[in-house]
């Protein structure tokens, strides 16, 4: 098994749709992130979190939110989906060490 | 302003051949760290190396080693004896302790294409 796992791996939604991706992980890790990635312009960072009560915004927060339900699981939320959300998301973990990030597989979203 | 900047969006190399991948970085910390991944077809971020600011050696692993030049802000990646899985994308990034909260910041990455 993955030590970082997202689901769902692919998602069409419709513009308008509430959608959530989920992040989980078996590393013992307290910090983890979700990151975009878009053609071109390499992962950006979106929300990122170091526990369970704590939550910072990267630098492309708007149009997302996130819930750390216990240390293992990290969710992004995209309250109302738009086109320009379409992209590959990454949720990470790394450790107080940070001498490596752990990725996910990666959700593919496409937004109709 | 770019924290990360790869020049190279695609480069072709044969196999058996080493490639660089050129990375440079903006950043006023003394300390912080740098990342090479990869990215194949199938779209997973693979780990490849690690360079601390502080190290004095350039990072190895295997046939990946980082040439880490400090005083040019230069972290280029070095593949040797390419091979075809090889062929991907690879991303250099940093870490930057200033703010404690670890971010890392990502180039917009080369794709490396090996041919027979």
């Known amino acids: 098994d993955a030590d970082v796992t997202q689901t769902p791996r692919n998602r069409i939604t419709k513009t308008g749709k509430r959608i959530m991706l989920e992040c989980s992980q078996t590393?013992?890790?307290?910090?983890m992130y979700w990151y975009r990635q878009d053609p071109g312009l390499g992962l950006r960072l979106i929300y990122y979190?170091?526990?369970?009560?704590?939550?910072n915004k990267g630098e492309i927060s708007d149009g997302y939110s996130v819930s750390r339900q216990a240390q293992a699981k990290f969710s992004l939320s995209l309250e109302s989906a738009i086109p320009n959300q379409t992209a590959l998301y990454f949720c990470?973990?790394?450790?107080?060490?940070?001498?490596?990030?752990?990725f996910g597989q990666g959700t593919r979203l496409t937004v109709v | 302003a770019q924290k990360i900047t790869q020049t190279q969006p695609g480069m072709f190399v044969q196999e058996k051949e080493a490639v660089t991948l050129d990375c440079t970085y903006d950043?006023?910390?003394?300390?912080?760290?740098l990342f090479w991944y990869k990215q194949p077809s199938s779209g997973e971020m693979i780990f490849l190396i690690y360079?601390?600011?502080?190290?004095?050696q350039n990072a190895t692993e295997g046939r990946y080693s980082l040439n880490f030049q400090k005083a040019r802000k230069s972290a280029n990646l070095v593949i040797s004896a390419s091979q075809l899985g090889d062929s991907a994308m690879y991303f250099c990034?940093?870490?930057?302790?200033?703010?404690?909260?670890?971010?890392?910041?990502f180039g917009a990455g080369t794709t490396v294409t090996v041919r027979a």
């Open positions: 990470a973990t790394s450790d107080q060490l940070n001498t490596e990030a752990f």
């Open positions: 360079q601390g600011s502080y190290d004095e």
């Open positions: 950043t006023s910390d003394q300390s912080y760290g």
């Open positions: 590393k013992g890790h307290d910090r």
């Open positions: 979190s170091f526990d369970v009560k704590d939550i």
């Open positions: 990034a940093m870490r930057e302790v200033r703010s404690n909260d670890y971010k890392l910041s």
